[in-house]
Nanobody
Framework: QVQLVESGGGLVQAGGSLRLSCAAS????????MGWFRQAPGKERDFVAA????????YFADSVKGRFTISRDNAKKSVYLQMNSLKPEDTAVYYC??????????????????WGQGTQVTVSS
């Protein structure tokens, strides 16, 4: 059974940083591109960032470029999202995602094979 378990969310002031982690089990981790999405109350689930299978390439939504970085450790079956210079508009539930088919620039919710349960990130002004 596949599990993606996120951790690292919390409450932070604007301008602060958080690091999200996602630990995977039950799947051939290195076969999947990994990504992060987020969903604010009353809004759709939006793509945030993705990293290629070997971790050599990454892709970001325009709203987080220059502030967020994504990385993975295939030996630990984990993916990370480092979030810096956080803004109140970054407040959302953040979801880890695994996809067999998504290319870096083509991530959508419809090509995600597995989702994590989500972790809340709240940025206060």
């Amino acid at each position: 059974q596949v599990q993606l378990v996120e951790s690292g969310g919390g409450l932070v002031q604007a301008g602060g940083s958080l690091r999200l982690s996602c630990a995977a089990s039950g799947l051939s981790f290195s076969a999947y591109a990994m990504g992060w999405f987020r969903q604010a109350p009353g809004k759709e689930r939006d793509f945030v960032a993705a990293v290629s299978r070997r971790g050599s390439n990454s892709y970001f939504a325009d709203s987080v470029k220059g502030r967020f970085t994504i990385s993975r450790d295939n030996a630990k079956k984990s993916v990370y999202l480092q979030m810096n210079s956080l803004k109140p508009e970054d407040t959302a539930v953040y979801y880890c995602a695994a996809s067999l088919t998504a290319g870096l620039g083509t991530w959508t919710a419809s090509n995600v094979n597995y989702w994590g349960q989500g972790t809340q990130v709240t940025v206060s002004s």
